[in-house]
C-alpha cells in the first residue's frame, strides 16, 4: 500500500528495462515491513545531473546506478567512499544533508557473495578473465580481501597492465600479475578460483566462451561467472565439464543490492532473507 509516508528508492540507468534489482528492493521491503518503493528510472545521458538534484529535491532516499553512468554520476555527490572512489565505480547513493554519497556495494557485494558459498579469497590464488569494470571492482576485491596471487588475463593487455598497476600501488602489494589471454598456458600448473568478468556469453552471444582450450579448465577447482543471464554460460559448462564448482553472477547481484538496501535503512539482512529473495531472482 502507497500511502502518504511511502519513502521511494530508484535505480538510474540506460537502458533499465530489463533490471532485476525492483524484484530484490521490494522483495526486501516486503520481508522487513517497511514502506517503500523501488522504482526503475531511465535517465538520458545529458539529464543526469538534472536527475541527481530533482531526486534530492524529491526527498528520494536513495539510488541505485547501472550502466553506463557508474563514473559520470560521481561529479554530482557530496561525498564519496574512499574504496568507491579509487575504483572509480559508484553503483549506492545514500542521502545526506545537501546531497548524495556514492558507495561502490559491487566489490562486498561479490565478496559477500563468496563467502555465502564458502569460497575463500584470503590467502587463495585467483585469475580474473577480463579488464572493463566488472573485472575492476572483482581485482580491488581480491587486493582488499588479501588474495595471494591474482593473475588478470585480458585479450587486450594494456587495460589488464592499468588495472594491475593501479591496485598494486593502491595497496602497496605486488599480488595482481597482468597476462594476455592468448598466453594462458603460461599460468602455473596448479587449481585455481576463476572470476570470469568479461561479456562474452551473456544473452544472446550464449554460444561463445572467452577460452575454449580445454587444458585451461584442468586448472580450475571453482569458478564464478559475473553472467546471470543465461543462469548457465558455456564457460560454466565446461568447468563442470572438468570436475569445477561453479557459481553464476545472480548471488553477487543479490548482495551488491542487500548492501545498498542495509545502507539506505540501517538494517542487516539476515541470511534467511537473503536466501528467500534469491529463490524470487532465480523464478524470475
Ligand atoms: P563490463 O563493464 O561489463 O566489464 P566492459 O567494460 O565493456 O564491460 O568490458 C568487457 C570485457 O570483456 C573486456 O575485458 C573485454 O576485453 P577487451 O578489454 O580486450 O576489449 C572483454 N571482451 C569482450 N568481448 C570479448 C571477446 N570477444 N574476446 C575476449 N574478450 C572480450
Same mark, same amino acid.
Given at each position: ?34 514502506? +517503500? ?9 545529458? +539529464? ?33 567512499? =574512499? ?41 587463495? =590464488? ?8 566488472? *573485472? ?20 587486450? +593487455? ?38 570470469? *568478468? ?13 577460452? =575454449? ?12 561467472? +559475473? ?46 532473507? *537473503? ?10
Amino acid at each position: 500500500m502507497i500511502d502518504g509516508y511511502t519513502k521511494t528508492l530508484g535505480l538510474i540507468g540506460d537502458p533499465v528495462e530489463h533490471t532485476l534489482s525492483p524484484l530484490i528492493h521490494n522483495t526486501l521491503s516486503q520481508k522487513f515491513g517497511h514502506n +517503500l518503493i523501488y522504482v526503475p528510472f531511465h535517465v538520458q545521458k545529458e +539529464l543526469i545531473e538534472n536527475a541527481i538534484k530533482g531526486a534530492y529535491s524529491l526527498n528520494i532516499l536513495g539510488l541505485n546506478i547501472t550502466y553506463p553512468y557508474k563514473t559520470q554520476v560521481m561529479n554530482y555527490l557530496v561525498d564519496i567512499d =574512499d574504496i568507491a572512489k579509487q575504483i572509480g565505480s559508484v553503483n549506492t547513493l545514500v542521502r545526506f544533508k545537501n546531497g548524495y554519497k556514492g558507495y561502490n556495494t559491487d566489490m562486498p557485494g561479490l565478496y559477500r557473495a563468496l563467502l555465502s558459498e564458502n569460497i575463500k579469497v584470503e590467502g587463495s =590464488d585467483i585469475i580474473i578473465l577480463g579488464a572493463g569494470g566488472a *573485472a575492476r571492482s572483482a581485482t580491488f576485491m581480491c587486493a582488499f580481501y588479501k588474495a595471494n596471487k591474482v593473475y588478470l588475463l585480458n585479450r587486450t +593487455l594494456e587495460k589488464a597492465e592499468k588495472i594491475a598497476n593501479e591496485v598494486n600501488n593502491f595497496f602497496r602489494r605486488n599480488c595482481i600479475f597482468p597476462l594476455k589471454i592468448s598466453d594462458h598456458s603460461k599460468l602455473p600448473n596448479k587449481k585455481f578460483f576463476v572470476i570470469q *568478468a568479461t561479456s562474452v556469453g551473456l544473452f544472446p552471444d550464449v554460444d561463445n566462451v572467452v577460452i =575454449d582450450d580445454e587444458t585451461f579448465y584442468e586448472k580450475i577447482h571453482t569458478a564464478l561467472d +559475473l553472467i546471470y543471464k543465461p543462469k548457465e554460460t558455456k564457460f560454466l559448462r565446461l568447468v563442470k565439464q572438468h570436475g569445477g564448482k561453479t557459481l553464476n553472477g545472480l548471488k553477487m547481484l543479490l548482495y551488491q543490492g542487500i548492501i545498498a538496501y542495509e545502507l539506505w535503512n540501517e538494517v542487516s539482512v539476515s541470511d534467511e532473507i *537473503a536466501n528467500s529473495v534469491l529463490d524470487e531472482l532465480n523464478k524470475s
